[in-house]
T-cell receptor
Framework: GAVVSQHPSWVICKSGTSVKIECRSLDFQATTMFWYRQFPKQSLMLMATSNEGSKATYEQGVEKDKFLINHASLTLSTLTVTSAHPEDSSFYIC????????????FGPGTRLTVL | EDQVTQSPEALRLQEGESSSLNCSYTVSGLRGLFWYRQDPGKGPEFLFTLYSAGEEKEKERLKATLTKKESFLHITAPKPEDSATYLCAVQFGGSQGNLIFGKGTKLSVKP
């Protein structure tokens, strides 16, 4: 149980284009999902907290107009990187919060974004 | 400021050589401490959650313990397949469930 999927697993795009990443909780409902980015040899940095049916909460320094988050259902959150630039290249990981007895975040496998 | 510090940054062990990883934290109102394993190019895999001082959890060769200031991940007789980065994260009171991550310990187990 407690499986989170992400799609796509990797994407290469041209500078200026937009990229959408999907995060799904497969066997539980998640009112809260989180989006992280991870640079090589560094730990996870929280970008935003996504709550089903409401606006996402962004961490300081993260541009909400650049990283659009939609959490339309209890099992799906999407992150859209708009007008991507090479500096947006990174490993993006989502997690879904299972608010059952353990209140644990389960992570997706990540999406490698490369912007040319 | 809430902080999570992991040590050592990297650890090299011979197969069968037991050791411990440390995670120290300064968080107000700890709600839970989490251990994850991350393999290169993959998302973190959940291992344990600890909620209160004195609590212990075990899974195969791994055992996690918690005190009021730190947590240890003990690895008994490790195997090469235990090689990975181990991440510690804390969840504190008043948050939306946000986790504060340490920088991780990269474990390498040589046969």
């Amino acid at each position: 149980g407690a499986v989170v999927s992400q799609h796509p697993s990797w994407v290469i795009c041209k500078s200026g284009t937009s990229v959408k990443i999907e995060c799904r909780s497969l066997d539980f409902q998640a009112t809260t999902m989180f989006w992280y980015r991870q640079f090589p040899k560094q730990s996870l940095m929280l970008m935003a907290t996504s709550n089903e049916g409401s606006k996402a909460t962004y961490e300081q320094g993260v541009e909400k107009d650049k990283f659009l988050i939609n959490h339309a259902s209890l099992t799906l959150s999407t992150l859209t990187v708009t007008s991507a630039h090479p500096e947006d290249s990174s490993f993006y990981i989502c997690s879904a919060r299972d608010m059952g007895a353990t209140d644990t975040q389960y992570f997706g496998p990540g999406t490698r974004l490369t912007v040319l | 400021e809430d902080q999570v510090t992991q040590s050592p940054e990297a650890l090299r062990l011979q197969e069968g050589e037991s050791s411990s990883l440390n995670c120290s934290y300064t968080v107000s109102g700890l709600r839970g401490l989490f251990w994850y394993r991350q393999d290169p190019g993959k998302g973190p895999e959940f291992l344990f959650t600890l909620y209160s001082a004195g609590e212990e959890k075990e899974k195969e060769r791994l055992k996690a313990t918690l005190t009021k200031k730190e947590s240890f991940l003990h690895i008994t007789a490790p195997k090469p397949e235990d090689s990975a980065t181990y991440l510690c994260a804390v969840q504190f009171g008043g948050s939306q469930g946000n986790l504060i991550f340490g920088k991780g310990t990269k474990l390498s187990v040589k046969p």
